[in-house]
């Protein structure tokens, strides 16, 4: 069964009523299943990443984990509604360089994450994300812990790097897929905002479902 998962639920909440998913759990994070289909919901950041992907992992017969949801930008090429397939995942808080290691790198473990190989990654624009408890929103932010990880980085949020090690260490292909709500340093970043963009987002992340399923 591949599992689609998110921080929040008005990110999949179109998803999870196209598909008439059924609320099986609510304990750890809320779980919704179809025949073919099971949605988690989180929570924001990466300790509830982690921790609820891996209870479902620790739960649940998983071929594959798909995130999806909305993410900030730092990339001027990017704007509002963009589709981005995630190529490489880091930690932008996670600083161990001191012995050895890339800025963005956890110690003993790899350089970063990426998502598997699909048919569908040459539809949608290819970028990397960086991950973090810190929610950066502006520039200085960016200069402080984005600019030093040592790739190119366009997409912010803050969970794509809990799920993206959580299946690496339970060996799950894994794939992110972001829908792109607003850019740092852009005037017109946010044209709709929030609370009526995630409806729209959710079509968007839909369709997405659709492709992948």
């Known amino acids: 069964m591949k599992l689609i998962i998110g921080a929040m639920f008005e990110e999949l909440q179109t998803?999870?009523?196209?598909?008439?998913?059924?609320?099986?759990?609510?304990?750890?994070?809320?779980?919704y299943e179809?025949?073919?289909i099971l949605f988690c919901v989180t929570g924001i950041g990466l300790i509830n990443a982690?921790?609820?992907?891996?209870?479902?992992?620790?739960?649940y017969e998983i071929s594959q984990v798909i995130n999806i949801g909305?993410?900030?930008?730092?990339?001027?090429?990017?704007?509002?509604?963009?589709?981005?397939?995630?190529?490489?995942?880091?930690?932008?808080?996670?600083?161990?360089?001191?012995?050895?290691y890339d800025y963005g790198q956890i110690p003993k473990m790899p350089k970063f994450y990426e998502s598997a190989s699909n048919?569908?990654?040459?539809?949608?624009?290819?970028?990397?994300?960086?991950?973090?408890?810190?929610?950066?929103n502006d520039i200085e932010q960016v200069n402080k812990h984005i600019k030093k990880i040592p790739s190119m980085i366009s997409v912010l949020d803050m969970?794509?790097?809990?799920?993206?090690?959580?299946?690496?260490i339970y060996q799950k292909p894994f794939i992110s897929i972001k829908v792109i709500?607003?850019?740092?340093?852009?005037?017109?970043s946010n044209a709709v905002q929030?609370?009526?963009?995630?409806?729209?987002?959710g079509n968007e992340i839909l369709n997405v479902v659709k492709n992948l399923i």
């Open 181 to 188: 709500s607003d850019v740092i340093g852009t005037e017109d």
């Open 159 to 168: 969970e794509c790097f809990g799920y993206a090690q959580t299946a690496y």
């Open 50 to 59: 982690a921790v609820g992907l891996s209870y479902v992992l620790n739960n």
């Open 70 to 100: 909305t993410s900030g930008a730092c990339d001027s090429s990017l704007k509002q509604k963009d589709i981005v397939w995630i190529n490489k995942i880091f930690n932008s808080a996670a600083d161990a360089t001191v012995f050895g």
């Open 119 to 136: 048919d569908l990654k040459e539809k949608y624009i290819n970028k990397n994300i960086a991950s973090s408890d810190i929610f950066i």
């Open 15 to 31: 998803s999870i009523d196209y598909f008439k998913a059924k609320k099986i759990e609510n304990s750890i994070c809320n779980i």
């Open 194 to 201: 929030f609370n009526e963009f995630i409806k729209i987002a």
């Open 34 to 36: 179809n025949e073919k």
